[in-house]
């Protein structure tokens, strides 16, 4: 309950200008209506404590250089909005609750009940109305709220924050007042054009974007994000650029999380709303305190199946791209757009549609620069929001509180979004996210990339290296020795510490900026042994390795993570661009970084120069490259599963053996693939006729002449195929598919990759013969070898892995050989295949391999 004990209008404590000041087509085009807002303060023991006289004393000062918050909201004589500066005052309310105190509202929650409590009573924000509405309240506990209502058509949120930082400054008197900038008010800086000039498309205008729409069930909450919360969401949302700001990392989880609450069409167009701030973006731009509106709309738009199943970053670089599209011209085009279509503003009898958003950002703003004498306020909000839909975001009271996400939604999907909220950031809690440049300068160039750069998958390969604790060791990954020797590392590697790009003609290069690689540190309240067999998965890529979507130039090269679970275990997530290097080359990077780690002998350095791998001229294609004749770009990937199946060094042996009716033994390689090729025509139940394909990846480092250097850093990985029948590579002995591999890989000498080289020079677009642009059909199989990589060697001091491999793999039909973390022989196969199809798979690629008797592990179906 609160008492009214007051009303009374304040009026400037000297004379100001009257007259008619005229508003902007932004002024006009703002929501017609009053903000309304409280501030709660803890009284701070003083007798005089928010005394209703001092304050008003200075409310009467502060509206002498902000005149125009003492007239009346008018029209001019052609019916336009304007504000009559006629200094006939404020509405000031003096009230007092002997209900409620300052801890009343720990949990405070914006809703009409507040305004009604807090805010004054506004009869009507049409003409003639006042421009600002004041209310003190004093409640049981000797503390005050202040509750403001200022008229949206005067002032943007900037502007308000600058009225109360003054009003406070006054009231404090001494230095505080001396040092006050006073606002400026000429708006005529914002008029339209004669004649208009509308440049670009203002959807966001039109009476679609906020429909009439009848005032229904909502909810208002305010969801806290603490300063690790918010590193974590920003290091899930790592854009071409490299960092993404507070605001669209947040404002795309929030978009995220909406469209699943909400539980919208995956086909459904969503758009997020969002005020640009226009000051600094003006040619010449606004004075600095500029009083009035100068934000513009702008709006990102997707599908909703987009926005839900691609990463943070794909709703985050959407929000970048629209707010980078505001310049001097936009913002003239909106104002003179404005000027053509003569709407107002928005009224509160609209709304949004269910499928949209409208965020606002008060981040960055002086919230809580409120000091009138007694302290800073305990917190501010805004004291209702318009409905369902309308988001704000705020700094949390305290120093490093992190931010507040003030939101309102319908009842019954309030519940499941705050659950949507929180759940991403429970399982890995991202303590520090920082940038690591080279230790010493590094040279300033651009890198030239070969054809085979540009032909892999134009994303980030992500790996993990898990180690188990070593003993109670305090030093146990140094966050701060990883990232020294990281940083020597890229001294020596500092092409990774520069950034993807694209050179003038549009040809992809690395620009060596020395800009650095992202270093996140984390912590997990798993336990290794929750990973089970550590089988890749986007579960696990998304807990333990940062991303940076999309992968485009322009992009960050490296990206690492070090995440610390409850068992003291520790993952190093690593994403290497693959268009910066291939395996070999990454692994060469990682494990140089941690011989300099554990101050081993200085890592031998890469060979930098990749015009080894140019095309001749003229060019002189030989042989027939069937495997890049085909675009086989794809919109979507179907969806599969991901598993490893080891196989002993018993059962390795077996399967090379002539006890399989072959009649030679098989290199370890071709008995693994050959193995698998026929698994996985069974298990998919292929027809005897139908024709399968089995591409696998070959390094051209000893294949040309003469040889790559030994430490090439790039890509030298090209591919090769051999098809055959179904029911040959089941009907026949593993010898089978030996003989087809070694057909497919004996032609691979120099003249072949020169030939493969020169073709890729005349594609106009490699991208659908990138990796991960394919789809692959199914009845193909996609094997990559890194047998023979050094994928164990990566000891920093504190012990080698105990697993090393691929975070997640790409698409059904992809196949990865590498030998096991024992280091006993044995083999391990991550595989990713349809999800129907993998139960009878781990079935057929076990059958037989138990070596006795010699027993014939043909296709039963033969």
């Known amino acids: 309950m609160v008492e009214i004990l007051e009303t009374s209008f304040v009026v400037p404590s000297e004379e100001t200008p009257k007259k008619g000041l005229w508003l902007s087509n932004l002024d006009v085009a703002a929501t017609r209506g009053h903000t309304p807002t409280v501030y709660f303060f ?114 943007d949120g900037r502007s308000a924050f600058h009225f109360i930082q003054t009003w406070a400054a006054l009231a404090r008197g001494g230095e505080a007042a ?19 000039a509308v440049l670009f498309d203002h959807p966001e205008y039109a009476p679609s974007a906020f429909p009439p729409r009848a005032p229904g069930p909502c909810v208002t909450t305010i969801l806290k994000l603490s300063r690790e919360q918010v590193a974590f969401l920003k290091a899930r949302c790592i854009t071409p650029g490299g960092f993404v700001s507070t605001f669209r990392a947040v404002a795309a989880h929030v978009w995220r999380s909406m469209c699943v609450a909400r539980g919208l069409a995956a086909d459904a167009e969503t758009r997020l709303f969002l005020p640009a701030e226009v000051r600094g973006h003006l040619r010449p731009p606004l004075p600095p305190h500029y009083f009035g509106n100068a934000l513009v709309r702008v709006s990102a738009q997707a599908r909703v199946g987009d926005i839900v199943a691609g990463p943070i970053g794909f709703a985050a670089e959407r929000i970048k791209s629209a707010v980078d599209r505001v310049s001097d011209e936009y913002a003239r ?72 996400v003030v939101l309102g939604l319908e009842p019954d999907v309030m519940k499941q979004f705050k659950k949507l909220f929180y759940e991403e950031m429970e399982e890995v809690e991202i303590v520090e996210s920082d940038v690591v440049v080279p230790s010493e300068v ?20 992500p790996t993990v290296y898990f180690y188990r604790p070593n003993g109670h060791n305090p030093g146990f990954f140094s966050v701060q020795a990883l990232k020294q020797s990281l940083a020597k590392a890229l001294v020596i590697f500092y092409p990774l510490a520069g950034r993807l790009h694209a050179g003038p003609t549009g040809r992809v290069e690395i620009r060596c900026t020395g800009e650095g690689a992202l270093f996140v540190m984390a912590r997990s309240k798993s336990v290794l042994d929750e990973f089970g067999d550590f089988a890749p998965s986007a579960e696990m890529r998304r807990l333990l390795v940062p991303k940076a979507e999309p992968a485009n130039p322009p992009c960050i090269l490296v990206l690492v993570q070090v995440t610390f679970f409850k068992c003291g275990g520790v993952c190093l997530g690593v994403a290497v661009h693959h268009t910066a290097a291939d395996g070999l080359g990454a692994l060469h990077f990682v494990n140089a970084w941690a011989d300099i780690a554990r101050s081993a002998e200085l890592p031998t350095p890469p060979f930098l120069d990749r015009t080894l791998l140019r095309a001749r001229r003229p060019p002189a294609v030989l042989f027939d490259h069937a495997e890049y004749s085909q675009n086989m770009r794809s919109a979507a990937t179907p969806p599969f599963d991901s598993a490893i199946l080891r196989l002993s060094k018993d059962q390795l042996n077996f399967l090379k053996s002539t006890a399989l009716g072959s009649q ?110 394919w789809a692959m059909p199914g009845t193909d199989l996609w094997v990559i070898s890194w047998l023979g990589l050094p994928i164990y060697e990566a000891d920093f001091g504190w012990g080698r892995p105990v697993f090393m491999g691929r975070a997640c793999l790409q698409f059904a039909g992809l196949v990865y050989v590498m030998h096991g973390p024992e280091g ?22 076990y059958k037989g391999l138990d070596g006795k008797g010699g027993r014939d592990i043909r296709s039963d179906t033969t």
């Not at 003492?70 to 006629?86: M, Q, T, W």
């Not at 809703?111 to 309240?137: G, K, N, W, Y």
């Open 824 to 845: 006993d022989g044995g083999i391990s196969v991550a595989v990713a295949l349809e999800p129907e199809n993998m139960p009878r798979f781990k079935a057929v690629f």
């Open 333 to 404: 085009s909106v104002i003179d757009h404005l000027g053509v279509i003569k709407r107002g503003g928005m009224s509160a009898k609209r709304g949004l549609p269910d499928t949209d958003l409208s965020v606002v950002s008060w981040l960055g703003m002086p919230m809580y620069e409120a000091d009138f004498g007694w302290g800073a306020p305990q917190f501010m909000a805004r004291a209702q929001t318009y409905g369902s839909g309308f988001v704000y975001l705020t700094s949390s009271p305290g120093k490093d509180a992190g931010i507040s």
């Open 442 to 461: 590094t040279p300033n160039h651009t890198l030239w990339l070969s054809n085979l750069d540009l032909l892999v998958a134009r994303s980030h390969t």
């Open 664 to 773: 030679k033994r098989l290199s370890t390689f071709k008995a693994v693939v050959a193995h698998v090729w026929r698994a996985a025509c069974e298990a998919r139940g292929l027809g005897g006729t139908e024709t399968t394909t089995l591409y696998m990846t070959a390094d051209a480092r000893t294949r040309v002449s003469p040889p790559l250097p030994q430490n090439f850093l790039g890509n030298a990985i090209f591919r090769t195929s051999t098809t055959a029948r179904v029911e040959d590579v089941l009907s026949n002995y593993l010898e089978f598919g030996g003989e087809r591999i070694q057909e497919a890989t004996a032609r691979l000498n120099d003249g072949f990759v020169r030939s493969l080289i020169d073709y890729l020079d005349s594609v106009d677009d490699v991208r659908g013969l990138q990796k991960g642009a």
């Open 42 to 155: 803890r009284s701070n023991g003083d007798p005089d404590f928010f005394s209703a006289e001092a304050v008003k004393a200075a409310l009467a000062k502060a509206l002498v250089p902000f005149y125009p918050m003492a007239g009346r909201l008018g029209v001019d004589r052609d019916g336009r909005p304007e504000i009559d500066c006629n200094a006939e005052g404020a509405v000031f309310v003096l009230a007092r609750s002997d209900q409620h105190t300052v801890d009343s509202f720990k949990d405070f929650e914006p809703s009409p009940e507040m305004r009604r409590l807090f805010v004054p009573a506004i009869d009507s924000a049409d003409p003639p109305c006042p421009v600002l509405f004041l209310q003190l309240t004093v409640l049981k506990c000797g503390g005050v709220a202040l509750g403001t209502a200022m008229h949206h058509l005067a002032v």
């Open 178 to 196: 001396a040092g006050l900038s006073p606002p400026f008010h000429e708006r005529t800086l914002l008029r339209e054009r004669t004649p208009p």
